[in-house]
């Protein structure tokens, strides 16, 4: 279980696909990450809890969180049943010492799923003990419209849940401010998936500092509020032409998250009127 008071920048192991997840762990530990998300499913290592033990003792490198295997790709992964994936999810968190499971709303034809979708979460964070953090989707764009995939709602605003993600890739797609709608997530925003995209409809996932999401923003706000949650870096590298071209992404995204990760050092100059009225004067 994750006991640090600050946050840890990690790296999910999506980010270095069509490699492996041990390809992840590796690049993580010499490239400095601090640790490790694992994606369940998209690499069978990925859904053997002793071999990914084996990665984690041998790199010295902790996982942070488990990606619940609840991707188009991922449906048959660990079963057909949904609370059946989460509840190994949990299971696997537990067993390498993560602390949350990061997990997107259900589609909209998972009716029954989708039904008890909120109140069931909150029942495996209470019998697990492990954060489930619901992750911001985005609806698909067609033209003219947008289809809603996702039940109760792709926003995880619009429910109660104790505990979010806030993928910035995913509200650039939906058009959403990541600065914006992190404060509406308030003290729900546990985990960030760090990443950019320039608003168009395809789920991005570019370096941070690529796109038009505001992620400088994002991490300074975040550090002056004592942010204790794990960011992930989880961008796409599927087009990199070589290892090396691929760790540049990787190495670029690790360099700007520490440069804004930082409190503000400004501080802030007041006037008082004669009526008492106090304003803060700009630079």
Same mark, same amino acid.
């Given at each position: 279980?994750?006991?640090?008071?600050?946050?840890?920048?990690?790296?999910?192991?999506?980010?270095?696909?069509?490699?492996?997840?041990?390809?992840?762990?590796?690049?993580?530990?010499?490239?400095?990450?601090?640790?490790?998300?694992?994606?369940?499913?998209?690499?069978?290592? #990925? $859904?053997?809890?002793?071999?990914?033990?084996? @990665?984690?003792?041998?790199?010295?490198?902790?996982?942070?969180? *488990? =990606?619940?295997?609840?991707?188009?790709?991922?449906?048959?992964?660990?079963?057909?049943?949904?609370?059946?994936?989460?509840?190994?999810?949990?299971?696997?968190?537990?067993?390498?010492?993560?602390?949350?499971?990061?997990?997107?709303?259900?589609?909209?034809?998972?009716?029954?799923?989708?039904?008890?979708?909120?109140?069931?979460?909150?029942?495996?964070?209470?019998?697990?003990?492990?954060?489930?953090?619901?992750?911001?989707?985005?609806?698909?764009?067609?033209?003219?419209?947008?289809?809603?995939?996702?039940?109760?709602?792709?926003?995880?605003?619009?429910?109660?849940?104790?505990?979010?993600?806030?993928?910035?890739?995913?509200? #650039? $797609?939906?058009?959403?401010?990541?600065?914006? @709608?992190?404060?509406?997530?308030?003290?729900?925003?546990?985990? *960030? =998936?760090?990443?950019?995209?320039?608003?168009?409809?395809?789920?991005?996932?570019?370096?941070?500092?690529?796109?038009?999401?505001?992620?400088?923003?994002?991490?300074?706000?975040?550090?002056n509020q004592d942010f204790r949650g794990h960011i992930i870096i989880e961008i796409n590298t599927r087009r990199a032409?070589?290892?090396?071209?691929?760790?540049?992404?990787?190495?670029?995204?690790?360099?700007?998250?520490?440069?804004?990760?930082?409190?503000?050092?400004?501080?802030?100059?007041?006037?008082?009127?004669?009526?008492?009225?106090?304003?803060?004067?700009?630079?």
């Amino acid at each position: 279980m994750n006991t640090s008071k600050t946050a840890r920048i990690g790296l999910s192991t999506a980010s270095v696909y069509p490699e492996s997840t041990a390809s992840g762990f590796e690049l993580a530990a010499r490239l400095g990450y601090d640790g490790v998300e694992v994606m369940v499913g998209i690499d069978p290592l #990925s $859904t053997q809890i002793d071999a990914i033990q084996r @990665l984690v003792d041998y790199h010295h490198l902790p996982v942070l969180a *488990i =990606h619940a295997p609840c991707l188009l790709i991922t449906q048959r992964v660990w079963g057909t049943d949904p609370w059946g994936k989460l509840e190994r999810s949990a299971e696997a968190a537990k067993d390498l010492g993560a602390d949350v499971v990061v997990v997107h709303p259900p589609f909209r034809w998972q009716r029954d799923y989708a039904r008890g979708f909120v109140e069931g979460i909150a029942r495996l964070e209470a019998e697990t003990g492990v954060i489930f953090a619901v992750e911001n989707m985005y609806p698909w764009r067609a033209p003219g419209k947008g289809l809603q995939a996702y039940a109760p709602s792709w926003d995880p605003t619009e429910q109660t849940y104790a505990h979010t993600t806030l993928d910035l890739s995913h509200s #650039s $797609t939906a058009e959403q401010d990541c600065v914006e @709608l992190a404060a509406t997530m308030g003290r729900t925003l546990k985990h *960030i =998936h760090l990443t950019d995209g320039t608003g168009s409809a395809k789920d991005e996932h570019l370096v941070p500092g690529r796109g038009t999401q505001r992620a400088a923003d994002l991490l300074n706000g975040l550090a002056n509020q004592d942010f204790r949650g794990h960011i992930i870096i989880e961008i796409n590298t599927r087009r990199a032409t070589s290892r090396s071209e691929r760790e540049v992404d990787l190495v670029e995204s690790l360099e700007f998250t520490r440069k804004h990760f930082v409190r503000s050092s400004r501080r802030t100059s007041f006037a008082v009127t004669p009526e008492g009225e106090i304003s803060e004067l700009t630079p």
